[in-house]
């Protein structure tokens, strides 16, 4: 689950990609794991399912850094550890694999644990479509009558709130955190802001208010940052 940015070429440090490292292994205390309880969105959970997974309850983070991290999966980005470590496998192997209603259970666990630290990006204002998902029940997804554990009748229609911008693939954001540099970088001359550890494109498109968010910020740097899961400490961007 993250706060978006990128590897050096020789080593790449990860931050909190899926649900925090140490939320990991965690227990869920309290909170039972023999039904799959009741869905309830949490506080500002549309802002934090779009910038994760611009609402695709199937988005898989299969790059490089996305399989160090733990393959990043599902609505809200969840590692498959931290999947597994909060009830998830009473539902799928894997977030992707569970239907967005199954996939709002394990992520209110998470969320009744340690609210939304796990995750990088940030809860806020979104698509009505994905302030909550109890009422759906298929991912879309071959095997998801398997996932489920309901047979492959009728798949609930995506519904039109859960339409996604007009794009051919919803993109899945880049999950890797800022590396050290460790060579020269390539700046933009016209760069505004400074690459620091632990940035992301995404929280740096938050942060100074990038219409379009990580990807536009990206274009504006094209030549700079070729590659959306790389960016260096020390690094100058522009962000207008």
């Not at 949490?42 to 850094?65: H, R």
């Not at 980005?77 to 709002?104: C, E, M, R, Y």
């Not at 995750?119 to 994905?130: N, Q, V």
């Not at 759906?136 to 709130?161: E, F, N, R, V």
Request: aromatic letters at 4%; hydrophobic letters at 35%; proline letters at 6%.
């Amino acid at each position: 689950m993250g706060r978006h940015s990128k590897p050096s070429h020789t080593k790449t440090v990860l931050k909190r990609t899926g649900a925090t490292a140490a939320l990991a292994g965690a227990t869920l205390g309290g909170i039972g794991l023999v039904g799959a309880g009741p869905a309830n969105a949490f506080p500002g959970q549309a802002g934090l399912v779009k910038c994760e997974s611009s609402g695709n309850p199937t988005a898989v983070n299969n790059t490089a850094a996305g399989q160090r991290a733990g393959r990043p999966a599902g609505l809200f980005q969840i590692v498959t550890k931290t999947w597994l470590a909060n009830g998830g496998g009473q539902f799928a192997p894997t977030a992707d694999k569970a239907s967005p209603a199954q996939q709002q259970v394990v992520a209110d666990r998470i969320y009744a644990k340690s609210g939304s630290a796990p995750w990088e990006c940030s809860t806020g204002s979104g698509p009505a479509g994905f302030g909550s998902f109890s009422g759906q029940l298929s991912t879309g997804s071959a095997d998801s009558g398997a996932a489920t554990g309901h047979s492959k009748a009728k798949a609930a229609k995506p519904q039109a709130k859960t339409k996604l911008k007009a794009k051919a693939k919803p993109q899945v954001k880049p999950q890797v955190k800022s590396a050290p540099a460790t060579g020269a970088t390539r700046s933009n001359p016209n760069g505004d802001y400074t690459v620091v550890a632990g940035d992301t494109l995404s929280g740096i498109a938050a942060r100074t208010g990038v219409a379009g968010g990580w990807q536009h910020l990206q274009q504006l740097n094209s030549a700079y940052v070729p590659d959306a899961n790389l960016i260096l400490v020390g690094q100058k961007i522009a962000t207008k």
